[in-house]
């Protein structure tokens, strides 16, 4: 399968999952949005330079409405084409723009002060083009945000922590998606494996530099093994 027909496949998931997230979201139903990723992730947004930011993966633009409440501008971008229109007829903020759109096709000639990506890059299959992507349209010295699902442990929590699996291998996983109490039953979304290592070296050879590398637990110690990983960094400038 092509690199354009896996973003295919990607963008047809959420597409048909994009109507029960919002819902979910909104109705406040996802915990580990609540209670974890989003006051972690606002947390370290309040000390970046939120003059224009591009919101990689935004889904149904829950998330994207709280950077909103700080920044001056953002763009949020989504490959699901049902996800954007669901955040563009739920937006109320007049300084959030919408578009869907792959970051890897993403042309413009404006630079952003900060780009963020709430628990999206594990989904994405070329993640070095998209670091290369994320390089190319932030300012330097200017702040990278994202969270993803942590590598070590989140094989341990989605049952594919098997005899066979290999850490150190990037692998597709398909499974159906499920939150904290809930599973999208006949609802599967991909995602891909990584070890750690593999981020770090694609943002340093992207010339980042590390700022936060923050493992998230629940608020109530649940699961022994923290589940997401928030990492920041800063664009080095080159003189």
């Known amino acids: 399968m092509s690199t354009r027909e896996k973003y295919k496949l990607l963008a047809h998931e959420w597409d048909l999952i994009a109507e029960q997230r919002l819902i979910d979201l909104t109705e406040g139903r996802d915990k580990s949005y609540f209670e974890i990723l989003k006051p972690n992730m606002i947390n370290i947004l309040g000390t970046c330079n939120l003059k224009s930011v591009l919101d990689i993966g935004c889904g149904v633009g829950v998330f994207t409405e709280e950077v909103g409440k700080l920044a001056k501008e953002v763009t949020a971008i989504?490959?699901?084409?049902?996800?954007?229109e669901l955040a563009k007829s739920n937006c109320g903020n007049p300084n959030i723009k919408y578009e869907c759109?792959?970051?890897?096709?993403?042309?413009?000639?404006?630079k952003f002060t900060t780009v963020v990506s709430n628990m999206a890059l594990m989904t994405i299959p070329d993640l070095p083009i998209v670091f290369q992507q994320v390089g190319r349209y932030l300012e330097d010295e200017g702040a990278f945000v994202f969270s993803i699902t942590h590598p070590s442990f989140w094989p341990i929590y989605w049952d594919y922590a098997t005899a066979d699996f290999n850490y150190n291998l990037e692998t597709e996983i398909?499974?159906?998606?499920?939150?904290?109490?809930?599973?999208?039953y006949n609802l599967q979304t991909r995602h891909y494996h990584r070890p750690i290592s593999e981020y770090l070296e694609s943002l340093l050879s992207n010339h980042f530099r590390l700022?936060?590398?923050?493992e998230l637990r629940d608020v109530d110690n649940k699961y022994w093994y923290p589940r997401f990983l928030l990492i920041s960094c800063i664009k080095i400038g080159r003189h």
Not at 78 to 84: A, G, K, L, P
Not at 101 to 110: A, K, V
């Open 101 to 110: 759109l792959n970051i890897i096709d993403l042309n413009i000639s404006e």
């Open 174 to 184: 398909v499974k159906e998606f499920k939150i904290r109490g809930k599973v999208y």
């Open 211 to 214: 700022g936060k590398f923050i």
């Open 78 to 84: 989504d490959i699901s084409c049902n996800s954007i």
